[in-house]
């Protein structure tokens, strides 16, 4: 299906971020800012995310630049003369001041991403991505999917601005590097607007997550490098307002594993060790090198408070038979 021209103006020239407009937006001249390092401890678990907080470049009301991150190209269809620049659909801005109406409360650090609702508009990092500098990092975002582990994209994320319509879309999506260097999705979520879970006060991130399948090691991801994308999805007929994003975060999930297997009477029997109150599902095969193909469900169990299950079965009629436990998404 050909894409089509929204009826309405739905660029940056119809809306500004945040107060003040767009009149006030410093396009600052080059000022050679890279991406600073922002030395900020990651804790156990999470993997570092390049300018993950979009506190760089440092602004002290908005800019059109984000370190790090590769834009979305601009479509075909979009009219930079109708609508303002493509490039001006996504920047970082700074937190208002303590106190301000408008003061975002749990900011992580002073800046976020606005990301405006028009189809297509979007960043992403992945181990090519080139920011708005044209020059590749010299260290390139250096994460990739490793077998027996999960992974967990968060994103903190405030809906509703210029009168975004209930329903619009947001795109979270975790995906690998082809050899070819193409995105080849993993696990996406959309995380839809509504008045409902977003306050109107547009002052408070909210939380929204996606995670992979355990990643296995005949995966076609095992071993790629990890991509993170933050797509508008939007259809034209819902297009307009903006986005705020914040703190994207990444976080390994390690296992399950199984413990203290054990036999007892003609019942073999073993814990599940994971994440609490998580379905695990419990896949057997006859040998331990069986394509994912040829593991055959068992059961599917569920985690304690305390991350903990317990599994058994009668061990009558059973030739040599291994184990192995994913989550069930
Ligand atoms: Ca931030
Ligand atoms: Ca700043
Ligand atoms: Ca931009």
Redesign the pocket.
């Known amino acids: 299906m050909a894409e089509s021209k929204p009826d309405r103006p739905i660029g940056p020239r119809a809306a500004s971020p945040r107060r003040g407009g767009w009149t006030h937006l410093k396009v600052a001249a080059a000022l050679g800012a890279g991406w600073l390092a922002l030395h900020a401890a990651t804790p156990p678990g999470f993997l570092p995310v390049p300018n993950g907080?979009?506190?760089s470049p440092d602004t002290d009301f908005a800019d059109p630049r984000i370190d790090r991150w590769q834009e979305m190209p601009k479509p075909e269809w979009y009219d930079e003369q109708q609508q303002g620049p493509w490039a001006q659909l996504t920047g970082v801005f700074q937190n208002t001041a303590p106190g301000a109406e408008d003061h975002i409360d749990n900011?992580?650090?002073e800046?976020?991403l606005f990301l405006f609702a028009v189809p297509g508009a979007g960043v992403f990092l992945d181990a090519n991505a080139v920011d708005w500098s044209g020059v590749p990092p010299a260290e390139p975002f250096g994460a990739v999917y490793e077998p027996f582990k999960a992974y967990e994209l968060t994103v903190g994320l405030i809906g509703g601005g210029y009168g975004m319509l209930e329903g619009v879309p947001l795109t979270l999506q975790l995906y690998y590097l082809s050899e070819t260097g193409e995105h080849v999705p993993v696990a996406a979520t959309e995380v839809i607007y509504s008045q409902d879970v977003f306050p109107a006060s547009r002052t408070h991130f909210i939380d929204f997550s996606v995670r992979t399948p355990t990643i296995w090691p005949d995966s076609p991801a095992a071993g790629r490098p990890i991509g993170i994308a933050l797509i508008s999805t939007v259809p034209f007929e819902l297009a307009g307002g903006f986005w705020d994003v914040?703190?994207v975060r990444l976080r390994e999930v390690t296992g399950p594993r199984i413990a203290h297997p054990a036999v007892i009477g003609d019942q073999f029997t073993f814990d599940v060790v994971g994440e609490p109150e998580t379905i695990y599902r419990v896949l057997a095969a006859p040998t331990p090198d069986a394509p994912s193909g040829q593991w055959q469900t068992v059961i599917e169990l569920t985690t304690d408070p305390e991350g903990r299950a317990s599994f058994s079965e009668t061990l009558a009629g059973q030739r040599g038979r291994f184990y192995r436990l994913e989550q069930a998404l």
């Open positions: 907080s979009f506190e900011m992580d650090g800046q976020a914040d703190n």
